[in-house]
């Protein structure tokens, strides 16, 4: 736990002075704001990388999508939490060397722009740090918070990921004074085989998804732990 959380604090925050140092010297006709903005997506691509590289290891390593465990999974948690600090700091910095008025006076306002700007994003940033790494670490799949989320996350991913697909369908029919039957036959080809390709792997995972709450809320509280 504290080894991640440590390497997790100083790698951040060093790569993104790293490549903040590396882009003022490499390109000095640049702004601090155009350095700064893009050390802080330098930095989000390769927590992109690593999270992507983490979740391949794990799958290839694991047989079972339910009962397998991977020690990559709750140790990558730990390093994830530092990112998370770091990221809403960057986008604050960001927002900061925007302005052009770096003034002390000006801090105030521009933090309630930030806010204001970033609602969603600070949002999932809290998400993550005060909800989801509790549920993951501290192992309370027997609580009424853990049904809950998950309850929220089967809701959301059925409207969002699943459901989409149809309502697009439906709106296109909609606008042309078609049924939403009809839709697949007056559209090109190849966009109900793209739409196909995107939803079959949703649909795979709500069913995962689904087999996990089944085991969840049907399992005796001595086993959900496992």
């Not at 008025?101 to 994003?121: A, E, G, P, V, Y």
């Not at 309370?140 to 369908?169: D, E, S």
């Amino acid at each position: 736990m504290l080894l991640p959380l440590a390497c997790g604090s100083l790698f951040f925050p060093g790569l993104f002075g790293l490549c903040t140092w590396g882009l003022r010297r490499a390109r000095p006709a640049w702004t601090q704001n155009d350095c700064v903005l893009i050390s802080t997506r330098l930095v989000s691509s390769v927590q992109a990388v690593l999270a992507t590289g983490s979740g391949i290891i794990i799958i290839r390593s694991c047989s079972h999508v339910i009962t397998d465990r991977h020690w990559l999974a709750r140790e990558y948690v730990w390093f994830l939490i530092p990112y998370m600090i770091y990221d809403s700091y960057a986008m604050y910095l960001c927002e900061w060397y925007r302005t052009g008025d770096q003034s002390s006076k000006h801090s105030l306002t521009i933090f309630r722009n930030f806010l204001s700007k970033n609602r969603l994003m600070i949002t999932h940033h809290a998400v993550i740090l005060f909800v989801l790494v509790p549920v993951a670490q501290l192992k309370r799949q027997h609580t009424l918070l853990y049904k809950v989320n998950g309850i929220l996350t089967l809701t959301t991913f059925f409207l969002c990921r699943i459901l989409l697909f149809p309502f697009m369908y439906w709106s296109y029919g909609r606008q042309q004074g078609l049924s939403l039957l009809q839709v697949p036959f007056h559209i090109p080809f190849y966009c109900n085989v793209a739409n196909a390709f995107l939803i079959a792997p949703q649909i795979y995972w709500f069913s995962l998804l689904c087999k996990k709450a089944v085991r969840l809320f049907d399992a005796p509280p001595a086993k959900k732990d496992g």
